[in-house]
């Protein structure tokens, strides 16, 4: 299957000048979102991790049932204000602008191994300031796996120290 038939670009959103890789065809298509994640859990089946980390909000639709096939645990990073109990913080540089994230301070406990799961690899700016946050909650990055990942911003090198996977690469 190729599951680039399922993306599709939107030109100047959110902003003027950038291409926006949609996946809203690839979710609506209940055969290929079924292939997205049956690789998923071929690739992680015998993952070292302990839980998965979504990254608000597309990772999030990845995340979860790929941890309820692995039967592994979730612990969200999410936008500030969205998680009710103490957090961890930090701020990172979008393609397109700047942003906070959070995750609960007592989401994972100390040397709890985790894979990060989100939609997309762009200059890697949301995924560093993730792996940043399970870091001060205790946690280690054992792998970053993404749906796409578009080569061309280099996201890889803002990364270095993580292994990193993407089924779709542009």
Known sequence: MNLKDYIR???????PGII???ITPLLGDARAFDHVISQLVEKYRDGNFDAIVPVESRGFLFGAPLARELRKPIVPVRKP???PAETHTTDYKLEYGTNTMEIHVDGLEKGQKVLIMDDLLATGGTLAATARLVEMAGGVVTEIGVIIELSFLDGRN???DYD???MIQY
């Open 20 to 22: 926006f890789k949609d």
């Open 81 to 83: 204000g969205k998680l």
């Open 158 to 160: 803002n990364l270095s």
């Open 164 to 166: 990193i996977y993407s």
């Open 9 to 15: 670009d939107v030109p100047d959103f959110p902003e």
